[in-house]
């Protein structure tokens, strides 16, 4: 038997996890001296309800070593392999920690740097589930997600500034200068780094670069997972964007997967950011 185990910087919940059949380990998240378990007694919704409130940018703390060394051996007990897929090691320590922790399980463990984030982590764990469901071993899976995360693509538009200067990843003065003229950065994880690709001004021309982005990846495999997500307590944004799209998905798919931005990302987007995650043709 093969279990996949996961970290809350996918965006799945606890309770989302079980329902699909993987196993969350959470990322610890401080709103000042409060402190919560992502995922756990703190999911998407709650997250933006607290950061809107707050003067001050959450924290998280990394998954250690000793935290995934626990998981490995409650979850091998039974003598299943594991495949832990974690956050991009260009974003988090996290991976460092689960990859000195699954070399003390050899044979048992294996551990796949996503080399993304989010929804871009997410839709790489449909696929792992989907090669369980298939037979594959730890082994098998783990190689197969290696080769396939190269094609996974994370792109995102975000609608405020804000964040990003609060968290110091850009200039007051650029952020100021940014909201006067209602530019909206297009950002990616590319190569398991976020990236900037362009910038917008106003949100509908945000939406045409975004798909302008989709094809020049060469277009959605629309036979493996994708996802569409938003940040914030409201899908406005992300529904508009759906609707001046209609081209991508019209034809390809009965329903799009749509999901909250959790608190990995959702710290420096800020609310108002819409995110799309595809493996390209």
Known sequence: MVKILIDSSSDLTKAEAEALGAHLIPIEVRFGNQTYWDGVDLNPRMFFEKLVESDELPKTSQINEF???????SLTEDGSEVVLIALSSKL????????????KFPGKVFAVDSLNACIGERILIEYALRLVKEGLS???????????????????????????RK???????????????????????????????GKAMGFK????LL???????????FSMPFALAYSGLSDVYLQKYIRDSEALWKGQTESLPVHMIGSTIGTHAGPGAIALAFFAK
């Open 211 to 221: 798909t302008q982005l989709v094809a020049q990846c060469g277009g959605i495999d």
């Open 92 to 103: 988090s320590g996290t991976w460092a920690s689960a990859a000195k922790a699954a070399k």
């Open 167 to 197: 968290g110091g990843r850009i200039s007051s003065v650029a952020a100021f200068t940014g909201e006067m003229l209602s530019i909206k950065p297009v950002i990616s994880v590319q190569d398991g780094a976020v990236k900037l690709l």
């Open 67 to 73: 935290r995934f060394e626990e998981a490995f051996a």
């Open 205 to 208: 021309r945000g939406n045409n």
């Open 138 to 164: 730890g082994a098998e899976i783990a190689a197969a997600l290696d080769e396939k995360k190269r094609g996974n693509q994370l792109i995102a538009l975000l609608d405020t500034l804000k964040y990003l």
